[in-house]
Structure formats: C-alpha cells, structure tokens
C-alpha cells in the first residue's frame, strides 16, 4: 500500500453546504480538510503533523472538532470554520470524544489499563 492515500469520515455541515473529512495515507498519518459540499474549495484546516482523525461539526455549524496529535498522547481539537489554525478545545488525552449535544463538555473515553481498547466513537443518550 505505501504511500496510498484514503479520504474516510466525511461528516455534512447542519446547513448542508460544506464536508469536513480525513484524509491520509496508509502509514498512519492524517490531515482534516473541509470543502464545499460539491467538491470544490478543498482546504486544510488542521496544522498537526501526526495524526487528524474522527472530524465532526458543532451543531450551529460554526466549528469543527477532531481527534488530534502524536501516537498516544491525542486531544479533543477543535477550529473555528472561518479560521485555518488549529485551537485546542480540551487538552486531556482522551482517543475517543463527541460533544454534548449543548456543547458544554466533552464526552471522553480513556484507556487507563494495559489491556486493549475496543470502543469508539461514543454518542450522548437524548435529554442526558
């Protein structure tokens, strides 16, 4: 595979008119890039130089968040759409994150055994 690239995640703004995706190659790494929803106007949004993944919007659409960061120290990042540098949300390594649905904490799982992991992508249960 080598240096193979893979667009994977794609997630449509609330409004519809734009999708933030990932996009990386086989040997680990991987950018966030946001476009409009008819392809054009791709750009990069992240300044990371590891590991970009797992993108989603906020609910008002007025900024995305991501997994970001090297091997296992990972973050909850998150950019406000009408900026291009990176600005943390949350700076605790949790691997896997989402919002609550009012966008006032971050709903993390953290791996504190030596054991393996095998959850991802929580959701938040409706009214909790």
């Not at 993108?55 to 291009?84: C, H, Q, Y």
Request: with cysteine.
């Amino acid at each position: 595979m080598g240096g193979a690239e893979k667009v994977c995640n794609p997630s449509f703004s609330p409004d519809g008119t734009r999708i933030v995706y990932m996009k990386g190659s086989y040997d680990g790494t991987a950018q966030i890039w946001v476009m409009k929803s008819d392809g054009s106007d791709k750009q990069r949004i992240d300044n990371g130089t590891g590991y970009e993944g797992v993108p989603f919007w906020s609910s008002d659409g007025k900024r995305i968040i991501w997994e970001g960061g090297l091997d296992n120290d990972r973050s909850a990042m998150a950019v406000d759409v009408t900026i291009t540098d990176g600005n943390y949300a949350y700076t605790d390594p949790y691997v896997f994150f989402h919002l609550s649905p009012e966008e006032y904490a971050v709903l993390g799982i953290e791996n504190v055994s030596s054991g393996g992991l095998n959850c991802c992508n929580p959701s938040w249960f409706p009214g909790s």
